[in-house]
């Protein structure tokens, strides 16, 4: 498979990338993607909820009324759940959300999704380059050059470049990363991915 390679200018140079069918032309597998995009989401997930049950409520524990007699309901303590500010009954506790999955689905995930990129034209190759300065103004045109302005996307480079990053920081809907840091769910968040022509070599090296 073929892609062409765009300048800064998003002007074809007549050059093409070979893409690995391996890595960008394999059969998707959807329910490995939502199985890895659902574990990156639970893994950031705080698990710090909580709330008092009746034993960690501050209060007396007087019996209200006399047991019998009343006509009513028995009452005891006031710290049950059936009195305003009493504790909570099976409310939530903090827990971890984490889970673990095999390394060989986390691949195929990334596979697929990268494949879904292709076939819904939304990932772009470009010329490598640099930004003498940050420059936020000069990611905004890459942007427009390439006709993702109004997309939501992101850049992979092969290497750490910092004026890259600061470039794309203050740019709404646009994030730098490099091809190690790639994972399901930044490609299939993103509506256009964008490779640095040496990125590609990483990614199928990594995959």
């Known amino acids: 498979m073929e892609l062409s390679v765009y300048n800064q200018a998003g002007q074809d140079t007549g ?7 391996a890595v960008f032309g394999i059969e998707p597998n959807d329910h490995a993607i939502w199985l890895d995009v659902k574990q990156h989401l639970a893994n950031k997930r705080q698990g710090t909820h909580k709330s008092k049950q009746r034993n960690e409520i501050t209060g007396t524990t007087k019996k209200i009324k006399k047991q019998k007699g009343s006509g009513s309901a028995r009452y005891g303590s006031a710290k049950s759940p059936l009195f ?4 909570r009954v099976f409310g939530p506790q903090p827990r971890d959300y984490s889970f673990k999955l095999n390394k060989k ?4 995930a990334r596979k697929s999704a990268l494949t879904y ?9 470009v ?12 990611m905004a045109a890459l942007k427009q050059n390439l006709n993702i302005a109004d997309k939501k996307s992101v850049l992979v480079l092969a290497q750490a470049n910092n004026n890259i990053y600061l470039s794309s920081r203050n740019l709404p809907g646009s994030s730098v990363i490099t091809a190690n840091e ?12 964008v490779l640095f022509e040496s990125s590609v070599a990483e990614i199928e090296k990594m995959f």
Request: glycine letters at 6%; zero cysteines; hydrophobic letters at 40%.
């Open 84 to 87: 305003r500010g009493g504790g």
């Open 127 to 138: 010329e490598d380059f640099n930004f003498e300065a940050p420059k936020t103004k000069l």
């Open 105 to 108: 689905l986390k691949l195929l």
């Open 182 to 193: 790639i994972s399901t769910y930044t490609i299939m968040d993103n509506k256009a991915l």
């Open 15 to 21: 050059r093409k990338v070979q893409l690995d069918d």
């Open 117 to 125: 990129k292709i076939q819904n034209n939304e990932l772009f190759v």
